[in-house]
């Protein structure tokens, strides 16, 4: 469990100051999924809860309980959602916010030559 609040702590603490530092679009986000993601977790002991997912199921590692039991499980693991959180979900609208901004800015920057358009004949 003590290794389960240190990884949220630095996890946490590495993406606000990144998400401030560059003002990250899609950082808002991405801080909430996280954030979703640790609550739930560190409220039921160091494992992501997982709701509607077939109890014969056996997980890779011990970080998921199928059991549909624990707090908070509307934050948990849903078979509804193909087995991703609402935090999942927050982390990646955030992800692609960040890469397709990322992308139209580089885009925007790369200058177009003049003349540089081929002809079609």
């Keep these: 469990m003590a290794f389960c609040y240190l990884l949220w702590i630095t996890t946490l603490a590495w993406v606000v100051r990144y998400i401030i530092s560059s003002k990250v679009k899609g950082g808002f986000l991405i801080l909430l999924g996280i954030t979703c993601n ?28 199928v059991s549909g039991k624990g707090q908070w499980l509307l934050l948990a693991d849903q078979g509804a959602l193909y087995r991703f959180s609402i935090g999942d979900i927050f982390l990646i609208a955030g992800f692609l916010i960040f890469l397709i901004g990322t992308v139209e800015r580089r885009r925007l920057m790369i200058p177009i030559k003049q003349g540089s358009i081929a002809n079609s004949d």
């Design 38 to 65: 640790a609550l739930v977790t560190l409220l039921n002991g160091g494992v992501m809860p997982s709701v509607g997912v077939s109890p014969t199921f056996q997980p890779a590692a011990p970080i998921w309980n």
